[in-house]
Protein backbone atom coordinates (compact mmCIF):
# COMPACT_ATOMS: atom_id res chain seq x y z
CA UNK A 1 0.00 0.00 0.00
CA UNK A 2 1.34 3.67 -1.07
CA UNK A 3 1.98 5.68 2.29
CA UNK A 4 -0.37 8.13 2.44
CA UNK A 5 1.09 12.14 3.52
CA UNK A 6 -1.43 14.27 5.19
CA UNK A 7 -0.71 18.06 5.76
CA UNK A 8 -2.95 19.73 8.59
CA UNK A 9 -3.18 23.59 8.63
CA UNK A 10 -4.24 24.91 12.32
CA UNK A 11 -4.27 28.44 13.62
CA UNK A 12 -2.20 29.11 16.49
CA UNK A 13 -2.82 26.93 19.50
CA UNK A 14 -6.87 27.58 19.80
CA UNK A 15 -9.07 24.42 21.25
CA UNK A 16 -10.08 24.20 17.75
CA UNK A 17 -6.65 23.43 16.61
CA UNK A 18 -6.01 21.05 19.47
CA UNK A 19 -9.52 19.22 18.60
CA UNK A 20 -8.32 18.84 14.86
CA UNK A 21 -5.04 17.63 15.82
CA UNK A 22 -6.27 15.16 18.26
CA UNK A 23 -8.87 14.14 16.13
CA UNK A 24 -6.66 12.98 13.50
CA UNK A 25 -3.58 11.23 15.55
CA UNK A 26 -6.85 9.17 16.53
CA UNK A 27 -7.91 8.35 12.93
CA UNK A 28 -4.32 7.82 12.18
CA UNK A 29 -3.52 5.33 15.07
CA UNK A 30 -6.74 3.32 14.52
CA UNK A 31 -7.13 3.28 10.89
CA UNK A 32 -3.77 3.66 9.25
CA UNK A 33 -1.59 1.95 11.51
CA UNK A 34 1.38 3.63 10.67
CA UNK A 35 1.25 3.70 7.13
CA UNK A 36 1.11 7.49 7.29
CA UNK A 37 3.07 10.76 7.09
CA UNK A 38 1.28 13.95 9.21
CA UNK A 39 2.61 17.07 8.87
CA UNK A 40 1.13 19.57 10.95
CA UNK A 41 1.37 23.31 9.48
CA UNK A 42 0.40 26.33 11.70
CA UNK A 43 -0.68 29.08 9.20
CA UNK A 44 0.47 32.05 11.99
CA UNK A 45 4.11 30.44 11.42
CA UNK A 46 4.12 29.62 7.80
CA UNK A 47 2.06 31.41 6.07
CA UNK A 48 3.38 31.04 2.75
CA UNK A 49 2.47 27.37 3.00
CA UNK A 50 -0.63 28.32 3.26
CA UNK A 51 -0.58 30.48 0.34
CA UNK A 52 0.54 27.38 -1.82
CA UNK A 53 -1.72 25.14 -0.45
CA UNK A 54 -4.47 28.05 -1.26
CA UNK A 55 -5.93 27.29 1.97
CA UNK A 56 -8.94 29.72 3.29
CA UNK A 57 -10.08 27.81 6.52
CA UNK A 58 -8.50 26.31 9.52
CA UNK A 59 -8.30 23.49 10.21
CA UNK A 60 -8.16 22.47 7.13
CA UNK A 61 -6.64 18.65 6.33
CA UNK A 62 -5.26 18.09 3.11
CA UNK A 63 -4.41 14.21 1.31
CA UNK A 64 -1.48 15.03 -0.79
CA UNK A 65 -0.51 11.69 -1.52
CA UNK A 66 -1.84 9.91 -3.02
CA UNK A 67 -3.57 11.71 -5.52
CA UNK A 68 -5.94 12.81 -6.13
CA UNK A 69 -5.62 15.64 -3.86
CA UNK A 70 -8.82 16.08 -1.41
CA UNK A 71 -9.72 18.44 1.57
CA UNK A 72 -11.66 18.16 4.88
CA UNK A 73 -12.52 21.25 6.49
CA UNK A 74 -13.19 21.23 10.29
CA UNK A 75 -11.78 19.73 13.53
CA UNK A 76 -12.43 16.56 12.04
CA UNK A 77 -15.16 15.39 14.81
CA UNK A 78 -16.57 13.02 12.82
CA UNK A 79 -13.98 10.34 11.87
CA UNK A 80 -16.63 8.79 9.13
CA UNK A 81 -16.98 11.64 7.23
CA UNK A 82 -13.00 12.54 7.10
CA UNK A 83 -12.52 8.82 5.89
CA UNK A 84 -14.95 9.35 3.35
CA UNK A 85 -13.80 12.61 2.33
CA UNK A 86 -10.24 11.91 2.26
CA UNK A 87 -11.51 8.41 0.27
CA UNK A 88 -10.21 6.12 2.63
CA UNK A 89 -11.21 2.94 3.31
CA UNK A 90 -11.60 2.48 7.18
CA UNK A 91 -9.49 -0.40 8.26
CA UNK A 92 -11.74 -1.06 11.27
CA UNK A 93 -15.00 -1.67 9.06
CA UNK A 94 -12.88 -4.13 7.02
CA UNK A 95 -13.08 -6.32 10.66
CA UNK A 96 -16.03 -5.98 11.80
CA UNK A 97 -18.66 -4.44 9.85
CA UNK A 98 -21.25 -2.39 11.06
CA UNK A 99 -24.97 -3.25 10.41
CA UNK B 1 -13.91 57.20 30.39
CA UNK B 2 -11.40 56.68 27.90
CA UNK B 3 -13.96 56.79 25.17
CA UNK B 4 -14.38 60.96 25.54
CA UNK B 5 -10.15 61.46 26.43
CA UNK B 6 -9.57 59.23 23.13
CA UNK B 7 -7.87 61.93 20.99
CA UNK B 8 -10.68 62.38 17.60
CA UNK B 9 -7.78 61.74 14.22
CA UNK B 10 -9.56 63.39 11.63
CA UNK B 11 -9.57 61.08 8.18
CA UNK B 12 -6.96 61.84 5.90
CA UNK B 13 -7.39 60.94 2.56
CA UNK B 14 -5.12 58.24 0.15
CA UNK B 15 -4.81 60.10 -3.38
CA UNK B 16 -5.19 56.89 -5.35
CA UNK B 17 -3.73 58.24 -8.58
CA UNK B 18 -7.08 57.08 -10.68
CA UNK B 19 -7.66 60.37 -12.89
CA UNK B 20 -10.55 61.94 -11.95
CA UNK B 21 -11.03 59.70 -8.69
CA UNK B 22 -9.33 61.97 -6.77
CA UNK B 23 -11.54 65.22 -6.89
CA UNK B 24 -14.77 63.52 -7.16
CA UNK B 25 -13.40 61.77 -3.38
CA UNK B 26 -12.38 65.39 -2.15
CA UNK B 27 -8.59 64.13 -2.33
CA UNK B 28 -9.14 59.89 -2.25
CA UNK B 29 -10.08 57.03 -0.31
CA UNK B 30 -10.25 57.29 3.11
CA UNK B 31 -7.08 56.15 4.92
CA UNK B 32 -6.57 53.10 6.42
CA UNK B 33 -10.22 52.35 5.96
CA UNK B 34 -11.93 49.90 4.24
CA UNK B 35 -14.74 51.21 1.09
CA UNK B 36 -17.55 48.88 -0.71
CA UNK B 37 -17.04 49.15 -4.91
CA UNK B 38 -20.23 47.85 -5.43
CA UNK B 39 -21.63 47.73 -8.89
CA UNK B 40 -23.02 44.96 -11.27
CA UNK B 41 -21.82 42.20 -13.85
CA UNK B 42 -19.47 44.51 -15.97
CA UNK B 43 -19.58 47.17 -14.40
CA UNK B 44 -15.81 47.51 -14.52
CA UNK B 45 -15.50 46.90 -10.60
CA UNK B 46 -11.98 44.90 -11.26
CA UNK B 47 -10.10 47.21 -13.88
CA UNK B 48 -10.89 49.82 -11.09
CA UNK B 49 -9.74 47.69 -8.32
CA UNK B 50 -6.85 46.90 -9.84
CA UNK B 51 -5.91 50.15 -11.41
CA UNK B 52 -6.08 51.68 -7.49
CA UNK B 53 -2.88 49.18 -7.06
CA UNK B 54 -1.47 49.76 -10.51
CA UNK B 55 -1.44 53.84 -9.78
CA UNK B 56 -0.28 53.25 -6.09
CA UNK B 57 2.81 51.00 -7.13
CA UNK B 58 3.21 53.56 -10.56
CA UNK B 59 2.86 57.03 -9.20
CA UNK B 60 3.50 56.39 -5.22
CA UNK B 61 5.95 53.54 -5.36
CA UNK B 62 3.50 51.88 -2.74
CA UNK B 63 2.87 47.95 -2.27
CA UNK B 64 -0.36 46.32 -2.98
CA UNK B 65 -2.29 43.35 -2.53
CA UNK B 66 -4.98 41.95 -4.94
CA UNK B 67 -7.28 39.13 -2.85
CA UNK B 68 -8.92 37.71 -5.76
CA UNK B 69 -11.87 35.04 -5.23
CA UNK B 70 -13.10 34.91 -8.78
CA UNK B 71 -10.47 35.17 -11.44
CA UNK B 72 -7.30 33.17 -11.43
CA UNK B 73 -4.02 35.63 -11.33
CA UNK B 74 -3.07 34.03 -14.22
CA UNK B 75 -6.21 35.75 -15.90
CA UNK B 76 -5.99 39.19 -14.31
CA UNK B 77 -2.47 39.06 -14.93
CA UNK B 78 -3.47 38.77 -18.90
CA UNK B 79 -6.74 41.01 -18.73
CA UNK B 80 -5.24 43.93 -17.38
CA UNK B 81 -1.78 44.01 -19.19
CA UNK B 82 -3.91 45.82 -22.39
CA UNK B 83 -3.49 48.79 -19.29
CA UNK B 84 -0.15 48.30 -19.52
CA UNK B 85 -0.02 47.30 -16.35
CA UNK B 86 2.92 44.92 -15.76
CA UNK B 87 1.78 42.70 -12.93
CA UNK B 88 4.37 40.07 -13.29
CA UNK B 89 6.96 42.49 -13.25
CA UNK B 90 5.78 44.22 -10.07
CA UNK B 91 5.20 41.03 -8.58
CA UNK B 92 8.82 40.13 -8.52
CA UNK B 93 9.90 43.34 -8.08
CA UNK B 94 8.11 42.62 -4.77
CA UNK B 95 5.47 45.33 -5.20
CA UNK B 96 2.34 43.37 -5.71
CA UNK B 97 1.11 40.12 -4.43
CA UNK B 98 -1.71 38.20 -5.21
CA UNK B 99 -3.61 36.14 -2.58
CA UNK B 100 -5.33 33.58 -4.22
CA UNK B 101 -8.45 32.46 -3.26
CA UNK B 102 -10.12 31.52 -6.73
CA UNK B 103 -12.27 28.65 -7.23
CA UNK B 104 -9.81 25.07 -7.44
CA UNK B 105 -12.00 23.67 -10.32
CA UNK B 106 -13.53 19.93 -9.65
CA UNK B 107 -12.38 20.32 -5.72
CA UNK B 108 -15.35 20.43 -3.29
CA UNK B 109 -14.05 19.83 0.63
CA UNK B 110 -15.64 18.54 2.96
CA UNK B 111 -17.29 20.28 6.00
CA UNK B 112 -16.65 18.48 9.51
CA UNK B 113 -16.99 19.87 13.10
CA UNK B 114 -15.95 24.02 13.64
CA UNK B 115 -13.83 25.98 11.68
CA UNK B 116 -12.80 29.58 10.67
CA UNK B 117 -11.05 31.14 8.18
CA UNK B 118 -7.38 31.78 10.21
CA UNK B 119 -5.70 30.52 6.77
CA UNK B 120 -6.95 33.17 4.81
CA UNK B 121 -6.81 36.24 7.45
CA UNK B 122 -3.03 35.21 8.03
CA UNK B 123 -2.22 34.77 4.39
CA UNK B 124 -3.65 38.15 3.69
CA UNK B 125 -1.63 39.49 6.40
CA UNK B 126 1.54 37.90 4.94
CA UNK B 127 1.04 39.08 1.29
CA UNK B 128 0.61 43.01 3.15
CA UNK B 129 3.78 42.73 5.10
CA UNK B 130 5.64 40.58 2.49
CA UNK B 131 5.37 43.43 0.20
CA UNK B 132 5.27 45.77 2.23
CA UNK B 133 1.48 46.91 1.53
CA UNK B 134 -0.03 50.27 1.86
CA UNK B 135 -2.94 49.26 -0.32
CA UNK B 136 -5.27 46.25 -0.60
CA UNK B 137 -8.37 44.89 -2.93
CA UNK B 138 -10.66 42.24 -2.23
CA UNK B 139 -12.13 41.13 -5.47
CA UNK B 140 -15.34 40.17 -5.12
CA UNK B 141 -15.98 39.88 -1.42
CA UNK B 142 -19.74 37.86 -2.18
CA UNK B 143 -17.53 35.03 -3.80
CA UNK B 144 -16.67 34.13 -0.57
CA UNK B 145 -20.31 32.56 0.50
CA UNK B 146 -19.93 30.66 -2.89
CA UNK B 147 -17.10 29.40 -1.25
CA UNK B 148 -17.81 28.99 2.16
CA UNK B 149 -21.19 27.40 2.99
CA UNK B 150 -21.70 28.81 6.56
CA UNK B 151 -22.78 32.20 6.32
CA UNK B 152 -22.56 32.94 9.82
CA UNK B 153 -19.04 31.94 10.01
CA UNK B 154 -18.12 34.34 7.19
CA UNK B 155 -20.30 37.30 8.39
CA UNK B 156 -18.06 36.60 11.38
CA UNK B 157 -14.57 36.42 9.55
CA UNK B 158 -15.45 39.43 7.49
CA UNK B 159 -15.43 41.47 10.02
CA UNK B 160 -12.26 40.39 11.70
CA UNK B 161 -10.53 40.77 8.29
CA UNK B 162 -12.03 44.30 8.29
CA UNK B 163 -10.70 45.08 11.60
CA UNK B 164 -7.51 43.41 10.65
CA UNK B 165 -6.94 45.65 7.66
CA UNK B 166 -7.48 49.02 10.01
CA UNK B 167 -5.07 47.55 12.19
CA UNK B 168 -2.66 46.76 9.30
CA UNK B 169 -3.34 50.78 8.21
CA UNK B 170 -3.85 49.75 5.00
CA UNK B 171 -6.50 51.47 2.67
CA UNK B 172 -8.75 48.64 1.20
CA UNK B 173 -11.19 48.86 -2.19
CA UNK B 174 -13.48 45.66 -1.26
CA UNK B 175 -15.67 44.98 -4.52
CA UNK B 176 -19.26 43.34 -4.52
CA UNK B 177 -21.49 42.36 -6.88
CA UNK B 178 -25.21 43.99 -7.42
CA UNK B 179 -27.42 42.84 -9.21
CA UNK B 180 -29.34 45.95 -10.12
CA UNK B 181 -28.62 49.15 -11.20
CA UNK B 182 -30.51 51.14 -8.95
CA UNK B 183 -31.38 49.10 -5.99
CA UNK B 184 -29.57 47.47 -2.85
CA UNK B 185 -26.06 48.49 -2.43
CA UNK B 186 -24.70 44.88 -3.29
CA UNK B 187 -25.83 40.84 -2.58
CA UNK B 188 -25.81 38.95 0.67
CA UNK B 189 -25.66 41.98 2.23
CA UNK B 190 -21.99 42.10 2.65
CA UNK B 191 -21.74 45.61 2.92
CA UNK B 192 -22.91 45.95 6.50
CA UNK B 193 -18.96 45.24 7.11
CA UNK B 194 -17.55 47.55 5.01
CA UNK B 195 -20.70 50.12 5.21
CA UNK B 196 -18.11 53.71 6.23
CA UNK B 197 -17.94 54.34 2.68
CA UNK B 198 -19.39 53.12 -0.29
CA UNK B 199 -19.01 53.49 -4.19
CA UNK B 200 -21.03 52.40 -6.62
CA UNK B 201 -20.60 51.52 -10.88
CA UNK B 202 -22.90 52.34 -13.29
CA UNK B 203 -23.30 50.39 -16.51
CA UNK B 204 -26.64 52.23 -17.25
CA UNK B 205 -28.15 51.32 -20.95
CA UNK B 206 -29.72 55.14 -22.01
CA UNK B 207 -31.83 54.85 -25.21
CA UNK B 208 -29.96 51.76 -26.39
CA UNK B 209 -26.15 53.79 -25.51
CA UNK B 210 -24.04 52.17 -22.38
CA UNK B 211 -23.32 54.74 -20.25
CA UNK B 212 -20.67 54.08 -16.96
CA UNK B 213 -21.01 56.31 -14.15
CA UNK B 214 -19.49 56.57 -10.69
CA UNK B 215 -21.18 57.32 -7.64
CA UNK B 216 -19.66 57.52 -3.92
CA UNK B 217 -22.51 56.95 -2.26
CA UNK B 218 -20.78 57.63 1.24
CA UNK B 219 -17.73 58.53 3.17
CA UNK B 220 -18.52 58.72 6.34
CA UNK B 221 -17.08 61.53 8.46
CA UNK B 222 -15.59 63.15 5.30
CA UNK B 223 -16.24 64.90 2.29
CA UNK B 224 -16.82 63.85 -1.72
CA UNK B 225 -18.55 65.60 -4.52
CA UNK B 226 -21.96 63.87 -4.90
CA UNK B 227 -24.10 62.51 -7.86
CA UNK B 228 -22.65 60.23 -10.78
CA UNK B 229 -20.12 61.01 -13.09
CA UNK B 230 -19.63 59.39 -16.08
CA UNK B 231 -16.10 57.30 -16.54
CA UNK B 232 -14.39 55.39 -19.40
CA UNK B 233 -11.96 52.31 -19.91
CA UNK B 234 -9.24 53.02 -22.43
CA UNK B 235 -6.70 50.70 -23.34
CA UNK B 236 -3.45 51.58 -22.25
CA UNK B 237 -4.78 53.50 -19.73
CA UNK B 238 -7.84 51.94 -17.81
CA UNK B 239 -10.51 53.97 -16.07
CA UNK B 240 -10.80 58.19 -16.73
CA UNK B 241 -12.95 59.58 -14.57
CA UNK B 242 -14.53 62.42 -15.88
CA UNK B 243 -15.39 65.44 -12.98
CA UNK B 244 -17.23 67.96 -14.99
CA UNK B 245 -18.89 70.34 -12.67
CA UNK B 246 -15.56 70.34 -11.34
CA UNK B 247 -13.35 72.13 -14.37
CA UNK B 248 -15.87 74.44 -15.07
CA UNK B 249 -15.39 76.71 -11.29
CA UNK B 250 -11.48 77.48 -12.36
CA UNK B 251 -11.69 78.59 -15.88
CA UNK B 252 -9.48 81.86 -16.06
CA UNK B 253 -10.89 84.46 -18.86
CA UNK B 254 -8.72 86.92 -20.80
CA UNK B 255 -9.22 89.95 -22.58
CA UNK B 256 -7.15 89.19 -25.30
CA UNK B 257 -8.54 89.11 -28.80
CA UNK B 258 -8.59 87.29 -31.39
CA UNK B 259 -10.00 87.35 -35.05
CA UNK B 260 -12.48 85.25 -36.35
CA UNK B 261 -11.24 85.19 -40.04
CA UNK B 262 -13.93 87.56 -40.96
CA UNK B 263 -13.26 91.36 -40.69
CA UNK B 264 -16.94 92.22 -40.74
CA UNK B 265 -17.66 89.46 -37.79
CA UNK B 266 -15.15 91.27 -36.03
CA UNK B 267 -16.83 94.57 -35.89
CA UNK B 268 -20.37 93.08 -35.33
CA UNK B 269 -18.44 91.35 -32.20
CA UNK B 270 -16.66 94.55 -30.36
CA UNK B 271 -13.25 93.85 -32.12
CA UNK B 272 -13.25 89.79 -32.44
CA UNK B 273 -13.03 86.83 -30.07
CA UNK B 274 -11.73 86.98 -26.66
CA UNK B 275 -8.91 84.74 -26.50
CA UNK B 276 -10.54 81.60 -24.74
CA UNK B 277 -13.92 81.88 -25.83
CA UNK B 278 -16.19 79.45 -26.11
CA UNK B 279 -18.47 80.25 -29.91
CA UNK B 280 -20.91 78.81 -30.76
CA UNK B 281 -22.43 79.33 -34.42
CA UNK B 282 -26.12 77.94 -35.27
CA UNK B 283 -27.83 77.52 -38.24
CA UNK B 284 -29.64 75.68 -40.53
CA UNK B 285 -28.11 73.03 -42.95
CA UNK B 286 -26.32 75.08 -45.97
CA UNK B 287 -25.82 78.30 -44.89
CA UNK B 288 -22.11 78.54 -44.01
CA UNK B 289 -21.53 77.50 -40.53
CA UNK B 290 -18.45 74.95 -41.82
CA UNK B 291 -17.53 78.21 -43.87
CA UNK B 292 -17.17 80.47 -40.82
CA UNK B 293 -15.32 77.88 -39.02
CA UNK B 294 -12.80 77.59 -42.36
CA UNK B 295 -12.40 81.37 -41.98
CA UNK B 296 -11.83 81.22 -38.09
CA UNK B 297 -9.14 78.65 -39.39
CA UNK B 298 -7.31 80.72 -41.69
CA UNK B 299 -7.88 83.73 -39.44
CA UNK B 300 -5.47 81.84 -36.89
CA UNK B 301 -3.07 79.54 -39.04
CA UNK B 302 -2.34 83.53 -40.27
CA UNK B 303 -1.83 85.17 -37.27
CA UNK B 304 0.45 82.27 -36.41
CA UNK B 305 -1.44 79.74 -34.42
CA UNK B 306 -2.33 76.30 -34.39
CA UNK B 307 -5.63 75.24 -35.07
CA UNK B 308 -7.82 71.81 -34.42
CA UNK B 309 -10.07 71.04 -36.75
CA UNK B 310 -12.59 67.82 -35.54
CA UNK B 311 -14.93 66.90 -38.56
CA UNK B 312 -17.96 64.87 -37.48
CA UNK B 313 -19.30 65.06 -41.27
CA UNK B 314 -17.83 65.54 -43.54
CA UNK B 315 -14.57 63.99 -45.07
CA UNK B 316 -10.63 65.38 -45.42
CA UNK B 317 -11.14 65.75 -48.88
CA UNK B 318 -14.44 67.43 -48.89
CA UNK B 319 -12.93 69.65 -46.35
CA UNK B 320 -10.09 70.13 -48.23
CA UNK B 321 -11.71 71.10 -51.70
CA UNK B 322 -14.79 73.37 -49.65
CA UNK B 323 -11.64 75.47 -47.86
CA UNK B 324 -9.74 75.69 -51.25
CA UNK B 325 -13.16 76.83 -53.27
CA UNK B 326 -13.11 79.99 -50.74
CA UNK B 327 -9.40 80.39 -51.56
CA UNK B 328 -7.68 78.84 -48.63
CA UNK B 329 -5.06 76.03 -48.89
CA UNK B 330 -5.54 73.58 -45.59
CA UNK B 331 -2.92 71.26 -47.12
CA UNK B 332 -0.17 73.38 -46.84
CA UNK B 333 -1.42 74.81 -43.66
CA UNK B 334 -1.16 70.92 -42.23
CA UNK B 335 2.06 70.78 -44.23
CA UNK B 336 3.21 74.07 -42.39
CA UNK B 337 2.15 72.09 -39.01
CA UNK B 338 -0.41 74.90 -38.29
CA UNK B 339 -3.56 72.55 -38.66
CA UNK B 340 -4.48 69.53 -37.96
CA UNK B 341 -7.73 67.79 -39.18
CA UNK B 342 -9.18 65.03 -37.57
CA UNK B 343 -12.29 63.28 -39.47
CA UNK B 344 -14.40 61.06 -37.29
CA UNK B 345 -17.21 59.55 -37.89
CA UNK B 346 -19.49 60.59 -34.31
CA UNK B 347 -20.19 56.95 -34.17
CA UNK B 348 -16.89 55.57 -34.42
CA UNK B 349 -16.98 55.80 -30.41
CA UNK B 350 -18.84 56.54 -27.29
CA UNK B 351 -19.17 60.56 -26.25
CA UNK B 352 -17.14 59.77 -23.39
CA UNK B 353 -14.62 57.89 -25.27
CA UNK B 354 -14.46 60.64 -28.01
CA UNK B 355 -13.82 63.59 -25.27
CA UNK B 356 -10.82 61.41 -23.76
CA UNK B 357 -9.66 61.51 -27.48
CA UNK B 358 -9.88 64.99 -27.96
CA UNK B 359 -8.38 65.71 -24.71
CA UNK B 360 -5.42 63.59 -25.74
CA UNK B 361 -5.60 65.02 -29.31
CA UNK B 362 -5.47 68.75 -27.76
CA UNK B 363 -2.51 67.12 -25.50
CA UNK B 364 -0.66 66.82 -28.60
CA UNK B 365 -1.23 69.16 -31.02
CA UNK B 366 -1.59 71.81 -28.46
CA UNK B 367 -3.97 74.28 -30.64
CA UNK B 368 -4.49 77.84 -29.30
CA UNK B 369 -7.65 77.36 -31.58
CA UNK B 370 -10.36 74.07 -31.76
CA UNK B 371 -12.64 73.78 -34.01
CA UNK B 372 -16.01 71.24 -33.47
CA UNK B 373 -17.93 71.02 -36.59
CA UNK B 374 -20.40 69.98 -35.99
CA UNK B 375 -21.10 69.07 -32.54
CA UNK B 376 -24.83 68.59 -32.90
CA UNK B 377 -23.43 65.79 -35.21
CA UNK B 378 -22.09 64.33 -31.88
CA UNK B 379 -25.75 64.66 -30.01
CA UNK B 380 -26.90 61.39 -32.25
CA UNK B 381 -24.27 58.91 -30.53
CA UNK B 382 -25.55 60.08 -27.38
CA UNK B 383 -28.42 60.74 -24.56
CA UNK B 384 -29.23 64.24 -24.01
CA UNK B 385 -27.47 63.94 -20.43
CA UNK B 386 -24.41 62.43 -21.55
CA UNK B 387 -24.24 65.02 -24.37
CA UNK B 388 -24.50 67.70 -21.85
CA UNK B 389 -21.89 66.22 -20.03
CA UNK B 390 -19.72 65.82 -22.88
CA UNK B 391 -20.01 69.48 -24.29
CA UNK B 392 -18.93 70.40 -20.17
CA UNK B 393 -16.38 68.24 -20.03
CA UNK B 394 -15.08 69.83 -23.69
CA UNK B 395 -15.28 72.99 -22.73
CA UNK B 396 -13.53 72.35 -19.22
CA UNK B 397 -10.59 71.04 -21.38
CA UNK B 398 -10.72 73.93 -23.86
CA UNK B 399 -11.13 76.76 -21.22
CA UNK B 400 -7.95 75.16 -18.89
CA UNK B 401 -5.78 75.34 -22.48
CA UNK B 402 -6.42 78.87 -22.84
CA UNK B 403 -8.00 77.61 -26.36
CA UNK B 404 -10.72 79.49 -28.18
CA UNK B 405 -13.08 77.19 -29.06
CA UNK B 406 -15.68 77.40 -32.20
CA UNK B 407 -18.23 74.57 -32.47
CA UNK B 408 -21.01 74.53 -34.54
CA UNK B 409 -24.71 73.45 -34.46
CA UNK B 410 -27.55 72.42 -37.39
CA UNK B 411 -30.83 73.69 -36.30
CA UNK B 412 -33.47 71.05 -37.56
CA UNK B 413 -35.27 73.83 -39.39
CA UNK B 414 -34.64 75.69 -42.37
CA UNK B 415 -36.54 78.63 -41.05
CA UNK B 416 -35.86 80.09 -37.63
CA UNK B 417 -35.59 77.79 -34.83
CA UNK B 418 -33.35 76.77 -32.41
CA UNK B 419 -31.76 73.20 -31.93
CA UNK B 420 -30.76 71.05 -29.20
CA UNK B 421 -27.14 71.49 -28.77
CA UNK B 422 -28.31 75.09 -28.63
CA UNK B 423 -30.52 74.15 -25.67
CA UNK B 424 -28.24 72.73 -23.44
CA UNK B 425 -24.94 74.10 -24.30
CA UNK B 426 -26.12 77.86 -25.01
CA UNK B 427 -25.23 78.84 -21.27
CA UNK B 428 -21.93 77.23 -21.39
CA UNK B 429 -20.78 79.30 -24.52
CA UNK B 430 -19.40 82.57 -24.38
CA UNK B 431 -20.49 83.71 -27.78
CA UNK B 432 -23.95 82.86 -29.83
CA UNK B 433 -23.93 84.10 -33.70
CA UNK B 434 -27.10 82.78 -35.44
CA UNK B 435 -26.98 82.20 -39.20
CA UNK B 436 -30.59 82.13 -40.56
CA UNK B 437 -32.15 82.27 -44.12
CA UNK B 438 -34.44 84.80 -44.72
CA UNK B 439 -36.96 84.30 -47.49
CA UNK B 440 -37.76 87.63 -48.90
CA UNK B 441 -39.68 88.60 -52.16
CA UNK B 442 -39.23 84.38 -53.46
CA UNK B 443 -35.60 84.90 -52.43
CA UNK B 444 -33.33 82.84 -50.09
CA UNK B 445 -31.39 85.31 -48.31
CA UNK B 446 -29.18 84.80 -45.18
CA UNK B 447 -29.38 87.05 -41.89
CA UNK B 448 -26.20 86.88 -39.46
CA UNK B 449 -26.39 88.04 -35.96
CA UNK B 450 -24.64 88.09 -32.61
CA UNK B 451 -26.95 87.19 -30.08
CA UNK B 452 -24.66 87.00 -27.54
CA UNK B 453 -20.65 87.77 -26.56
CA UNK B 454 -20.03 87.74 -22.83
CA UNK B 455 -17.91 90.43 -21.34
CA UNK B 456 -18.12 92.37 -24.71
CA UNK B 457 -20.00 94.93 -26.50
CA UNK B 458 -21.50 93.64 -29.66
CA UNK B 459 -23.61 94.32 -32.70
CA UNK B 460 -27.80 93.17 -32.06
CA UNK B 461 -28.49 94.03 -36.22
CA UNK B 462 -29.50 91.20 -38.37
CA UNK B 463 -27.01 91.30 -41.38
CA UNK B 464 -27.41 90.50 -44.81
CA UNK B 465 -24.37 88.33 -45.87
CA UNK B 466 -23.76 86.69 -49.12
CA UNK B 467 -21.02 83.80 -49.81
CA UNK B 468 -18.91 83.75 -53.12
CA UNK B 469 -15.26 82.63 -53.77
CA UNK B 470 -13.41 84.90 -51.52
CA UNK B 471 -15.99 83.70 -48.37
CA UNK B 472 -18.16 85.26 -46.44
CA UNK B 473 -19.29 89.02 -46.75
CA UNK B 474 -21.51 90.63 -44.42
CA UNK B 475 -23.74 93.93 -45.47
CA UNK B 476 -26.06 96.00 -44.56
CA UNK B 477 -29.14 95.19 -41.70
CA UNK B 478 -32.21 93.80 -42.51
CA UNK B 479 -34.05 97.02 -41.19
CA UNK B 480 -37.58 96.61 -42.39
CA UNK B 481 -37.75 93.22 -41.96
CA UNK B 482 -38.75 91.62 -38.37
CA UNK B 483 -39.53 88.03 -37.42
CA UNK B 484 -36.43 86.31 -38.95
CA UNK B 485 -35.31 84.54 -35.51
CA UNK B 486 -38.22 83.48 -34.90
CA UNK B 487 -38.63 81.88 -38.71
CA UNK B 488 -41.81 83.99 -40.07
CA UNK B 489 -40.26 87.06 -41.21
CA UNK B 490 -42.56 89.89 -42.15
CA UNK B 491 -41.86 93.01 -43.76
CA UNK B 492 -42.15 96.26 -42.10
CA UNK B 493 -43.17 99.84 -43.87
CA UNK B 494 -41.32 102.38 -44.00
CA UNK B 495 -43.94 104.49 -41.95
CA UNK B 496 -44.33 101.92 -39.04
CA UNK B 497 -40.90 101.87 -38.73
CA UNK B 498 -40.31 105.51 -37.86
CA UNK B 499 -43.43 105.39 -35.38
CA UNK B 500 -41.43 102.63 -33.82
CA UNK B 501 -38.66 104.27 -33.78
CA UNK B 502 -40.21 107.67 -32.25
CA UNK B 503 -41.27 105.73 -29.36
CA UNK B 504 -38.55 105.07 -27.45
CA UNK B 505 -37.31 109.00 -28.32
CA UNK B 506 -37.01 110.91 -25.53
CA UNK B 507 -38.75 113.77 -25.82
Known amino acids: MNKMLFKLYVTGKTPKSERAIANINRICKEELHGDYELVIIDVLEQPELAEEGRILATPTLTKELPPPLSRVIGDLSDMKKVLVGLDIQPYTSTINKEV | ?507
Open chain 2, 1 to 507: MKSINEKVVKISKLETGIPGFDFIAGGGLPMGRATLLSGTSGSGKTVLAAQFLAEGIIKANEGGVFVTFEERPVDIRRNVNGFGWDIQKWETMGKWAFVDVSPIPGESALVTGEYDLGAFLSRIEYAIKHVNARRVVIDSIGSIFTQVKDSSIVRMELLRIVIMLKELGVTALVTAERIEEYGPVARFGVEEFVADNVIILRNNIEEEKRRRTIEILKFRGTNHQKGEYPFTVLPGEGVIIIPLSAMELQQKSSTIRITSGNIELDKMCGGGFFRDSIVLVSGATGNGKTLLATEFIAGGVNSGERCLLLAFEESREQLFRNANGWGMDFEQMEKDGKLKVVCKYPEAAGLEDHLIMIRDGIDKFKPNRLVVDSLSALERVSSIKGFREFVIGLTSFIKHGEIAGFFTATTPNLMGGTSITETHISTITDSIILLRYVEMLGEMRRGITVLKMRGSMHNKDICEYTIDGNGMHIGKPFRNVTGIISGAPAYVTTSEMERVDSLFQEK
